[in-house]
């Protein structure tokens, strides 16, 4: 089992739309979770931290489920912008900074 | 200017060859990583520095090796490129300051095709 699953999509919603990803993770005494984003052919950049409480910034709402070991993330009022691959990560819980990446979340936003 | 370079942005080489990618920081930070990227399996960890005198292997350090020549510098060495080496190389860095979740900020990456 992979410690980051992801479905890779491709999520094709209308622009407007509210659309969500689940990513789920094996290894339960990780510490810290994150959504990056990465563009086409682009590097990855961190979107936003996943906290236990769960975080909000704008348009994008980020939720940890510590129980059944899943984080989320939801887009509402999607732009034709947020069209790129979003990637659930988390750090390990080793303090050695360590990232462990999902292959990622394919979201094209339609016109 | 970016705070993260990577030379060369593109290169393909033949089979056998050496060939040495390189990576640069201005941000003084302590921590720099090497991730290849391949299609369907995201990101993974050749190796990780948290500076110039302490030098990890990651996940798939096979095949490759490292130098830390300066807290800036980072580069990511194939002795002997093989076809399964084609990936798109990522270079990334962290600082971790107390209180603060690590951030990795990453160079734009290096397509390297091996024939």
């Known amino acids: 089992r992979k410690e980051v699953e992801q479905d890779p999509g491709p999520f094709n919603v209308p622009e407007g739309a509210t659309v969500a990803f689940n990513c789920t993770y094996s290894?339960?005494?990780?510490?810290?979770f994150f959504w990056y984003r990465q563009d086409c052919r682009k590097e990855p950049k961190l979107l936003m931290s996943v906290y236990s409480s769960g975080n909000e910034d704008g348009r994008f709402t980020a939720q940890l489920n510590r129980a059944s070991q899943y984080i989320s993330l939801l887009i509402r009022d999607s732009k034709l912008s947020d069209s790129a691959t979003y990637l659930c990560v988390e750090r390990g819980s080793s303090n050695t900074g360590k990232l462990i990446f999902g292959q990622g979340t394919t979201l094209q936003v339609k016109p | 200017d970016a705070d993260v370079t990577q030379t060369p942005r593109n290169r393909i080489t033949k089979t056998g060859k050496r060939i040495m990618l390189e990576c640069s920081q201005t941000k003084g930070h302590d921590r720099m990583y090497w991730y290849r990227q391949d299609p369907g399996l995201g990101l993974r960890l050749i190796y990780y520095s948290f500076d110039v005198k302490d030098i990890n292997k990651g996940e798939i350090s096979d095949g490759y090796s490292v130098s830390r020549q300066a807290q800036a510098k980072f580069s990511l060495s194939l002795e002997s490129a093989i076809p399964n080496q084609t990936a798109l190389y990522f270079c990334?860095?962290?600082?971790?300051?107390?209180?603060?979740?690590?951030?990795?900020?990453f160079g734009p990456g290096t397509r390297l095709t091996v024939l």
């Open positions: 290894n339960s005494a990780s510490q810290s």
């Open positions: 990334a860095t962290s600082d971790r300051l107390a209180g603060i979740e690590d951030t990795q900020y």
